[in-house]
Nanobody, 118 residues
Framework: VQLQACGGGWVHTGGSLRLSCEAS????????MGWYREAPGKSRELVAT???????NYADSMKGRFTISRDNGRKPGFLQMNSLKPDDAATYYC?????????????WGQGTLVTVSS
């Protein structure tokens, strides 16, 4: 499985961006997708996750501002980011976790950079 996050860019504080995760390869119908971010000098942190059947989970600081979505279990996912703050500036990565008889498989894509100016 290959993942590629795209849609990053530069916005002013309060602006919006929509990230998408392009995926290819052997993607199972049951999987969980997530978005994570990593700012310079900080550890990678969870942004949001969505299960194959649409259940979502958000980090507290993103609730109400970010929305994770996907078309279906085999399609790429999206992250709508509104009311962006300078603290949201980071490289954003999409993540896919799926399971088969061999166990758990986790995939990461190359990130996309988000810059927020104050």
């Amino acid at each position: 499985v290959q993942l590629q996050a795209c849609g990053g860019g530069w916005v002013h504080t309060g602006g919006s961006l929509r990230l998408s995760c392009e995926a290819s390869g052997n993607i199972f119908s049951i999987n969980n997708m997530g978005w994570y971010r990593e700012a310079p000098g900080k550890s990678r942190e969870l942004v949001a996750t969505i299960t194959y059947n649409g259940n979502t989970n958000y980090a507290d600081s993103m609730k109400g501002r970010f929305t994770i979505s996907r078309d279906n279990g085999r399609k790429p996912g999206f992250l709508q980011m509104n009311s962006l703050k300078p603290d949201d500036a980071a490289t954003y990565y999409c993540n896919l976790v799926q399971y088969d008889v061999k166990g758990r498989h986790e995939f990461w894509g190359q990130g996309t950079l988000v810059t927020v100016s104050s």
